[in-house]
């Protein structure tokens, strides 16, 4: 069965520290957000102040957001919202990949829902995009895992 692309990669902004959130103003020393990012834009200060992103650096693979454990990092990222919708409106089954996955990806598999990077993707939003399926299935597609930069920190 073939289907549509639906590219959440489009929406990539840079990620917000909503910094009353953040654990670190209460010592907690809570890097989470700069041990998850492959390319180094969190930076941390040697205080309890919060971590500040370095937005031209970012990539926008919203690693950093599951990361968190408060939640404190927004707008980076497709919703998980937005990808249980993009699934459910692909059929019977959806394959969730990133863009260079699509490019790799045998012809008329499944309906795509594509995204900045699997590995920011929480298990709970899989979980709801396979419910929101019915009987259908979802697959991630890690084909293009192996020789991406992001993959060591994802995998």
Same mark, same amino acid.
């Given at each position: 069965?073939?289907?549509?692309?639906?590219?959440?990669?489009?929406?990539?902004?840079?990620?917000?520290?909503?910094?009353?959130?953040?654990?670190?103003?209460?010592?907690?020393?809570?890097?989470?957000?700069?041990?998850?990012?492959?390319?180094?834009?969190?930076?941390?200060?040697?205080?309890?102040?919060?971590?500040?992103p370095d937005a031209?650096?970012?990539? %926008?693979? =919203?690693?950093? &957001?599951?990361?968190?454990?408060? @939640? $404190?990092?927004?707008?980076?990222?497709?919703? /998980? *919202?937005? #990808?249980?919708?993009?699934?459910?409106?692909?059929?019977?089954?959806?394959?969730?990949?990133?863009?260079?996955?699509?490019?790799?990806?045998?012809? %008329?598999? =499944?309906?795509? &829902?594509?995204?900045?990077?699997? @590995? $920011?993707?929480?298990?709970?939003?899989?979980? /709801? *995009?396979? #419910?929101?399926?019915?009987?259908?299935?979802?697959t991630l597609e890690?084909?293009?895992?192996?020789?991406?930069?992001?993959?060591?920190?994802?995998?």
């Amino acid at each position: 069965m073939g289907g549509g692309v639906t590219d959440l990669t489009a929406i990539l902004p840079r990620p917000v520290l909503r910094a009353e959130s953040c654990t670190r103003r209460h010592g907690s020393g809570c890097a989470a957000c700069a041990d998850a990012c492959p390319r180094d834009v969190w930076q941390v200060p040697s205080t309890d102040d919060p971590p500040r992103p370095d937005a031209d650096a970012c990539i %926008g693979c =919203a690693l950093c &957001v599951p990361a968190c454990p408060v @939640g $404190a990092i927004i707008d980076v990222g497709p919703s /998980a *919202a937005s #990808v249980v919708e993009a699934a459910a409106s692909a059929g019977g089954s959806a394959v969730v990949r990133c863009r260079v996955a699509q490019q790799v990806a045998a012809p %008329g598999y =499944a309906a795509s &829902v594509l995204v900045p990077c699997l @590995g $920011a993707l929480d298990p709970e939003t899989v979980a /709801a *995009a396979a #419910v929101r399926l019915e009987e259908g299935t979802v697959t991630l597609e890690r084909a293009a895992c192996e020789a991406c930069p992001v993959a060591p920190v994802a995998a």
